[in-house]
Nanobody
Framework: QVQLEESGGGSVQAGDSLRLSCAAS????????MGWFRQNPGKEREFVAA??????NTYYADSVKGRFTISRDNAKVYLQMNSLKPEDTAVYYC???????????????WGQGTQVTVSS
């Protein structure tokens, strides 16, 4: 059993910042990439950012590049979100162990999601 748990979401105004965290519990698994995705009702889940565990190489969607930063320490994965926009409003999910490419939503493990709401 593997569980991922996100935290740090909330309601903010445009231009504000939030930092999301993702912690894993249960059975350990080999970490190649960890990713962040987001989803609004009626829309497909979209890639936000990913990090390669070894070497900490980072990858970003064009929509968040320059504003969001993914990072890690030995225990958690983080998503620092600056200059938030209303279009960033979504449920944000942490994902582990991609089956294909890091930018595809084909991961073995997913968190329950944390809500981020950005007001105009």
């Amino acid at each position: 059993q593997v569980q991922l748990e996100e935290s740090g979401g909330g309601s903010v105004q445009a231009g504000d910042s939030l930092r999301l965290s993702c912690a894993a519990s249960g059975r350990t698994f080999s970490k190649s990439f960890m990713g962040w995705f987001r989803q609004n009702p009626g829309k497909e889940r979209e890639f936000v950012a990913a990090i390669r565990w070894s070497g900490s190489n980072t990858y970003y969607a064009d929509s968040v590049k320059g504003r969001f930063t993914i990072s890690r320490d030995n225990a958690k994965v983080y998503l620092q979100m600056n200059s938030l926009k209303p279009e960033d409003t979504a449920v944000y999910y942490c994902a582990g162990n991609p089956r294909a490419s890091y930018y595809s939503d084909e991961y073995d493990y997913w968190g329950q999601g944390t809500q981020v709401t950005v007001s105009s």
